[in-house]
């Protein structure tokens, strides 16, 4: 069969052509197939600017890829190189001086952490590929795969995570393994021919995707620091708390119900029983604010809650939407990950993936849909141009919100961006002036660091951590671990792709709306503030909210002006003005308990049964109780003859006067109703604490008083 094969080859191809579609296809280890990848890969360079020892060395690791490859054993593969040139000297290709020439020359490649070809980006193509035409076509034909990658934006993204995870790795109170530390053991072991006992990386990771708002397609993929340590795509596979970059779909299922982000929200201390993160106890955490220094800051609108990153504002402000409610918007943004159904998740506790939260942000910019689903491949075609496999063109559009909720959370995040949590992307890490907007992510006691954002053509997302989830360090925020490659990747795609601003829909409107009680403004909602030199001076509380026709109040502001307006706002839920106490009892020390509560001899109602302990069994042997054997004083009673179960029930004889005797029967007494005393009045003057008791006396009260 391999003869026949052969000979229809060869009447069909010369032989340069033979050779060409040989080293097209056959591997060259280090997961490049073909020369011109294999050139790229190992040197750098296309493969007709290769050198003749360059050359050599691909020719000689040809029979054992793998094992002869230079990033394997550099000194093998300079053997089998050396070989390959003795050959071509035997032959005449090559003259004696040159022979010797390239012989003494070293192996020299690239890292293969920086070989074009070995990106994770790639590695997700070639699985496309395979499952797209098949095995044997995909490593055999030659095809040319078109893919959706922007190579400038990739090469971006790769560079921009390394040195920012570097610079982590830095701060003074990081106590982890680092890249550098474990690439050094990774590349002294090799030299000992022990790189398989070599654990798994345990350094810092990342991971990042950039996709096209409008289809969905993959501009960039990093799925880590470094494919050949560690092939795991964090970016497609890793399932991750989001953290407080989940808040703006809670914010929008708010507004689904009819809330806007002018609604006050109270910004205050919340019982972490009702969340849950990271214990049961206590208050529940502000880390959400990214600032070491957060304080509550009472009602506040939800626009401040979400630009500000409040925890305890944004899960009242979820409660009052919903946990389902926010569930099925998540769902509905291409969240597929379950979401565990609890107030946690609005502060994003449950796992989610990487591109799912990239794509669920498309959302804002789009106008309220979203692409089907991220793809990375386009086409696949022959040498001649025939296409041989593409993606999908009519990709459909999935309704999330509306057009006019993806709005009011977009402009939420613009304040994010600009004066939020994200404000150090221009003032620290240097993003250009364009319409961008984002939210930061920090999870529970720092061990994810995020941030999403987009322009009106790209959203992209950025992640940060550990494959074992670990605090990363104290104040790992998203705003200062991931915001600056967030940064980095969204100047060079402003270069490309020039950011506009997003258009708002005509069912917004814009309304002026008190900050105080979130509801219209009027000519009184003012405020006294401190002036530059001390002095009292009036500010307007009002300002510019966004809202639908439904959205908008229909009442004034009812904290500034009519003092019976302030009266309603304040009233208790029953609707009635509770009475104070007269004492102030925070300034009563109380009284410190300093033993069991008392129960009866008997307990006849079991009320420490299930609490205290349990009854003993019938058989039990009682133990020695002290109090019980301790001596009493006996007192005489005369012996009670035990009643037959028909005998007569006895009433209770009243009790009488000792000094009357038995036989005498009482007469009966006629009890009168007692007249009611009245206190004698207190001399403002007269200090009432210090008067003795036996200074009052009652005074009786008036007969016409007692009804």
């Known amino acids: 069969m391999e003869l026949f094969l052969a000979r229809k080859i060869e009447e069909r191809y010369g032989k340069q052509k033979i050779m060409e579609l040989y080293l097209n296809r056959i591997y060259f280890g280090g997961g490049l197939y073909g020369a011109e990848a294999a ?6 360079k296309p493969a007709k600017e290769m050198t003749l020892t360059e050359c050599a060395t691909l020719a000689g690791l040809i ?14 593969s300079r053997e089998a190189r050396n070989v390959v040139l003795a050959r071509m000297r035997e032959l005449g290709f090559i003259s004696t001086e040159r022979y010797n020439a390239a012989q003494a020359e070293p192996v020299v490649v690239g890292d293969r952490q920086s070989a074009k070809g070995q990106t994770y ?3 997700y193509i070639r699985q496309q590929v395979i499952a797209a035409v098949g095995w044997d076509k995909a490593m055999n034909e030659g095809y040319r795969i078109r893919t959706t990658i922007d190579m400038d934006l990739q090469r971006v993204a790769e560079e921009s995570l390394r040195a920012n995870l570097d610079r982590a790795e830095k701060v003074p109170n990081y106590d982890h393994e680092t890249y550098a530390a474990y690439t050094a053991k990774l590349k002294n072991a090799r030299q000992n021919n022990a790189a398989a006992r070599v654990a798994a990386p345990e350094y810092l990771q990342g991971a990042v995707i950039a ?18 340590q560690n092939q795991f795509d964090r970016a497609l596979q890793a399932k991750r708390p989001a953290g407080t970059a989940m808040k703006p779909f809670v914010y929008a299922a708010a507004f689904e119900k009819g809330l806007f982000p002018g609604t006050i929200v109270d910004d205050s201390a919340l019982d972490n029983r009702a969340v849950m993160i990271g214990g049961t106890t206590g208050i529940l955490g502000e880390w959400g604010p990214e600032r070491p220094d957060n304080r509550y800051e009472g009602p506040i609108t939800a626009r401040e809650a979400l630009a500000k990153s409040k925890n305890g504002a944004t899960v009242r402000l979820g409660m ?30 449950s796992e989610v993936t990487l591109s799912e939260l990239a794509l669920a942000y498309t959302t804002f910019p789009n106008g309220g849909w979203r692409p089907d689903a991220p793809y990375i491949l386009d086409r696949i075609e022959e040498k001649d141009g025939t296409v041989v496999w593409q993606s999908a063109r009519d990709r459909t559009k999935q309704q999330v919100i509306k057009p006019e909720i993806a709005y009011e959370v977009h402009s939420c995040l613009v304040d994010a961006l600009e004066s939020g949590t994200g404000a150090v992307a221009y003032s620290k890490w240097g993003l250009q002036k364009f319409p961008a907007a984002g939210k930061t992510g920090t999870a529970y006691d720092f061990t994810d660091a995020l941030f999403a954002g987009y322009t009106d053509r ?35 795609s402003n270069a490309q792709y020039g950011a506009k601003e997003i258009p708002k829909p005509a069912g917004v409107q814009k309304v002026e709306i008190c900050a105080k009680s979130g509801l219209l403004a009027t000519d009184k909602c003012f405020e006294i503030v401190k002036g530059d030199g001390g002095q009292p001076v009036e500010r307007r509380t009002s300002y510019q909210e966004l809202a639908t026709k439904e959205q908008i109040p229909t009442d004034p502001c009812n904290i500034h002006g009519d003092i019976r307006a302030r009266l309603v706002r304040d009233l208790p839920d029953s609707g009635v003005p509770r009475a104070e106490l007269a004492v102030d009892t925070a300034q009563v020390r109380p009284v410190a308990v300093r033993g069991p509560v008392l129960l009866a001899d008997k307990d006849p109602y079991d009320a420490i049964k299930s609490t205290v302990k349990p009854k003993p069994p019938a058989d039990a042997v009682k133990a020695p109780d002290p109090v019980a054997e301790a001596p009493k004083k006996a007192i005489p009673a005369e012996a009670v003859a035990p009643l037959d179960d028909d005998s007569q029930i006895l009433r209770a004889q009243p009790v009488t006067p000792a000094d009357i005797a038995p036989d005498d029967p009482p007469e009966e007494e006629i009890l009168r109703a007692e007249p009611v005393l009245r206190a004698q009045p207190v001399d403002p003057g007269d200090d009432f604490l210090t ?17």
């Open 63 to 76: 029979k054992s890829p793998n094992r002869l490859s230079p990033w394997t054993d550099r000194e093998d």
């Open 691 to 707: 008067r003795r008791p036996d200074s009052l006396q009652a005074v009786p009260a008036d007969p016409e008083e007692e009804d």
């Open 320 to 349: 009052l939407a919903g946990v389902d409610t926010v569930l099925q918007l998540s769902k509905s943004a291409g969240i597929k990950s379950q979401l565990r159904p609890y107030p946690a998740t609005f502060l994003g506790s």
């Open 121 to 123: 980006a790639v590695d």
């Open 458 to 492: 790209v959203t992209c997302a950025v992640w940060a951590g550990f494959d074992k989830p670990q605090k990363i360090y104290r104040g790992a925020f998203g705003s200062e671990i991931a915001l600056p490659i967030w940064v980095d990747i969204m100047n060079a």
């Open 39 to 44: 050139a790229r890969g190992y040197f750098g």
């Open 211 to 228: 996709l096209d708002n409008a289809t969905g397609g993959m501009l960039a993929l990093v799925g880590g620091r470094d494919f050949e």
